[in-house]
């Protein structure tokens, strides 16, 4: 099972980017589904995380500006990215926990320029 992620891209300091992230084949059921990201010379840090049920946790740098949510029949989760800034820049993987494991996507560059 692999997660392919898109909708990175350059961006303007305070445009917007929408990421998507789907499974390439059914997994049910996927319990939380999440996106992190990792800046240049930075550890991977959890952005956003959404349950099954569409409860939602994010970091407090993002908070306000961007918007998880999954479709669950689709197995795909999204980032809605607003008001980005320059220290949003980074690559940005997707994750799903799924049977007890963890499964990752292969990571989709997001530069914003200020």
């Known amino acids: 099972v692999q997660l392919q992620a898109s909708g990175g891209g350059l961006v303007q300091a305070g445009g917007s980017l929408r990421l998507s992230c789907a499974a390439s084949?059914?997994?049910?059921?996927?319990?939380?589904m999440a996106w992190y990201r990792q800046a240049p010379g930075k550890q991977r840090e959890l952005v956003a995380a959404?349950?099954?049920?569409?409860?939602?946790n994010y970091s407090d740098s993002v908070k306000g500006r961007f918007t998880i949510s999954r479709d669950n029949a689709e197995n795909t989760v999204y980032l809605q990215m607003s008001s980005l800034k320059p220290e949003d820049t980074g690559a940005y993987y997707c994750n799903a926990d799924y049977l007890s494991r963890q499964f990752w996507g292969q990571g989709t560059l997001v530069t914003v320029s200020s």
């Open positions: 084949e059914p997994m049910f059921p996927i319990n939380v």
């Open positions: 959404v349950t099954p049920g569409g409860s939602t």
